[in-house]
Structures are given as structure tokens and as C-alpha cells.
């Protein structure tokens, strides 16, 4: 079994920066290849943020955050961070971390297999 748990979130004004991250346990090493986060704004569908690689080598970026978010592993730990920067109240949301096998990072939230429960983002104007 795999256990995914995000923190960082927090309140934060318009223009501020946060740093989610999420730590995997479980058999990590020999599951997934690929980790994501997806956000879920109030009274929107959920939506890919970024994904790397487990090696952290490749990324993906969604438009909306790209030059804003950077997503990168920590080698020295089954961590995935999620650098947030110049932060618009349109980044209010729960934000998600999920892991998955698919063999190059994807926007496409079918290739995830786990999930955490979220942590919050909120951000004033």
C-alpha cells in the first residue's frame, strides 16, 4: 500500500508564495514512476497542476501556473514539492497530490492510482 501526504497549504494575499509538498510512503520504490498535483477550486471540476518525473528529471507544467509553479523531487526523500509563486486568488483551491506508473509525466488523471487527501490553498486579494 501507498500513503500520499500533502502539506504547505495555508492563507496567503495575492502576489504571495507557498510550498506544497508531499510525502510517500509504502512500497514507493517499486510502484511509481510518476508523481502529480491536481487542484479543485469551489465550484470547479478538478484540474491538472504539474507532474514529474520519479526521477525528477522530467516535469510538466499546465498553462495556467506555468512561470508561476514549479513542481521537483527531493532525491534525499519520497518527497514531491510544489513551489507556488505570485499566487492569484484563481489558485484558491484543494490541492491534490497523486502517484502514478504512467511512463512519462501526464495532465491525464486516469493514469494516477493514488491519491492524497488534499490540503488547502487559499488566496486572499
Known amino acids: 500500500q501507498i500513503q500520499l501526504v500533502e502539506s504547505g497549504g495555508g492563507l496567503v494575499q495575492a502576489g504571495g508564495s507557498l510550498r506544497l509538498s508531499c510525502s510517500a510512503s509504502?512500497?514507493?520504490?517499486?510502484?511509481?514512476?510518476?508523481m502529480a498535483w491536481f487542484r479543485q477550486g469551489p465550484g470547479k471540476e478538478r484540474e491538472f497542476v504539474a507532474a514529474c518525473s520519479w526521477s525528477g528529471d522530467n516535469t510538466l507544467v499546465a498553462d495556467s501556473v506555468k512561470g508561476r509553479f514549479t513542481v521537483s523531487r527531493d532525491r534525499g526523500k519520497n518527497t514531491v514539492h510544489l513551489e507556488m509563486g505570485s499566487l492569484k486568488p484563481d489558485d484558491t483551491a484543494v490541492y491534490y497530490c497523486?502517484?502514478?506508473?504512467?511512463?512519462?509525466?501526464?495532465?491525464?488523471?486516469?493514469?494516477?492510482?493514488?491519491w492524497g487527501q488534499g490540503t488547502q490553498v487559499t488566496v486572499s486579494s
Open positions: 497523486a502517484a502514478g506508473r504512467s511512463l512519462a509525466p501526464t495532465r491525464n488523471d486516469h493514469h494516477y492510482d493514488y
Open positions: 509504502g512500497r514507493t520504490n517499486t510502484y511509481f514512476t510518476t
